[in-house]
């Protein structure tokens, strides 16, 4: 029989550099970006002090979005373009009120448990960060597969800005997700119609969806409507769904030639930044008329994402809980091991609650033809 208390251990990832000098501890893999807020990164860097001497320890995260195989990157010339990069000084740590933020519990928990030359670490993502997106690669790649990634590096070095030592470095892949949001958003319906020669009327077509929000393996019901007082016959009435997938490299694709003249663009302070790809799902709805009536066509947008887990972690206290977004699919495995169960009430004074910690390997989960596998 399973003992319960078990049950309320902290499960904590941990990766080690090749020369075992730093080791990383993190929580977790996946942040939730809440739209108006993303789960910080904080874990705990562990340190050999007489291995370091005068050198400092940094930590780096990278937000990047490759649109090229890594075979074809010659000449100093990369299918990579960086879109969102901080770095911060770990060790010795900083008297800066940047650096000087409150600890979690998890990280008081685990500086008390690995000792002085445990360090704490705490980054933060905008939400005008992508969130992660992998494209499927086709049977047979072997790179690196294409999308925007994020990764956690901690490195030992004199600045921030020296070369990355792979034996004295530590490096994380890390994802940003976003969940389905709680409340279904407006319900979407078009209408649309056509007007021939000849023809005293018009053909009208109008089509709605049940909802505007759907989870995956949901079925999609669209309600078709024609009335056609035209004097054109409908042939054929064709439903389809097409995924869109935006490349976006740069914030603004506008160039202006215009001198001597006064201007001001006004834009939305919360319109958020499209970088990286972007993927929207349209329905559409097609009237077949022959080849000499043409065709009348409408689109209905909706949101296909996945379902925020009902065993996932709360946000913190200053985080509103709820977002939308692309998460990726994942096994039950890699759920399983992303959950780190937290004991809400604090344990009583002399217990063994505060060393109820797992450590577990921290293993890359890479995007395969066939699904995902551990690296």
Request: hydrophobic share 35%.
């Amino acid at each position: 029989m399973e003992d319960p208390s078990s049950k309320k251990a902290t499960r904590v990832f941990k990766k080690s550099s090749p020369n075992g000098k730093i080791t990383v501890y993190l929580a977790k893999r996946d942040f939730v970006d809440h739209v108006t807020c993303v789960d910080p990164i904080d874990g705990v860097v562990l340190i050999d002090s007489d291995y370091l001497k005068d050198r400092k320890v940094f930590g780096h995260v990278l937000a990047a979005f490759r649109y090229g195989r890594e075979d074809l990157d010659v000449l100093g010339l990369t299918f990579r373009k960086e879109l969102f990069v901080t770095s911060d000084q770990i060790y010795p740590p900083l008297n800066t009120p940047a650096t000087n933020k409150p600890l979690t519990r998890l990280q008081e928990r685990l500086m008390k448990k690995l000792g002085p030359n445990a360090f704490p670490f705490f980054f933060e993502l905008p939400p005008s960060c992508p969130a992660s997106v992998t494209l499927q690669p086709a049977p047979g790649d072997t790179g690196k597969p294409c999308g925007v990634d994020y990764e956690l590096k901690a490195f030992v070095g004199d600045t921030a800005e020296d070369k990355i030592h792979k034996r004295n470095s530590v490096r994380l892949a890390i994802r940003k997700i976003m969940y389905a949001p709680s409340k279904q958003g407006e319900q979407p319906s078009v209408e649309v119609s056509k007007e021939f020669m000849m023809s005293p009327n018009k053909l009208h077509l109008e089509a709605s969806l049940d909802k505007e929000l759907y989870y995956h393996g949901e079925s999609i019901a669209v309600n078709v409507h024609v009335a056609n007082n035209s004097n054109r016959t409908v042939k054929k009435i064709k439903v389809s769904v097409r995924q869109f997938a935006d490349i976006c490299l740069f914030s603004t694709a506008q160039y202006k030639c215009t001198v001597a003249e006064t201007e001001s663009e006004i834009k939305d302070p919360l319109a958020r930044e499209s970088l990286g790809i972007i993927v929207q799902y349209k329905v559409k709805v097609k009237l077949c008329l022959g080849a000499l009536g043409g065709d009348l066509v409408a689109e209905l947008p909706f949101t296909l994402m996945h379902p925020k887990p009902e065993d996932e972690e709360p946000a913190l206290p200053s985080s509103p809980s709820g977002g939308e977004g692309n998460d990726l699919k994942s096994n039950d495995k890699l759920l399983e091991a992303n959950l780190i169960q937290l004991d809400d009430t604090c344990p009583p004074p002399g217990g063994n609650n505060e060393d109820d910690i797992i450590f577990e390997d921290f293993a890359r989960f890479r995007l395969k033809a066939g699904g995902e596998t551990d690296a």
